[in-house]
């Protein structure tokens, strides 16, 4: 088995160690897991505002006026929202907007388009 390090497959932290027996733990939120025998569970799973499961890639709409700290204005209501990324944690939407650049958004204030 090769010792280098591997990304945690549940915070996606980098500096996951080899431990023992195929093993591989994560030092930042201690899971533990082999890499061999990863299962779809181990996958990100994030959805919108009606239950429609979102994947990376996919194109969002904005359902409600978010304010931005620094901005004049805020996001609108019905702004699209191109290729997003799925990331771990309270806003576990990763983007970039026209007019804003990039942005962390909540799941809760979108839906698939």
Known sequence: MSEEMKPCPHCTSPYGYYLRDGLFACPECGHEWNPDEL???????????????LQDGDSVIVIKNLPVKGAPGPIKAGTKVRNIRLTEGDHNISCKIDGFGAMALKSEFVKKA
């Open 39 to 53: 299962s779809d569970d181990d996958a990100l799973t994030v959805t919108d505002a009606n239950g429609n499961q």
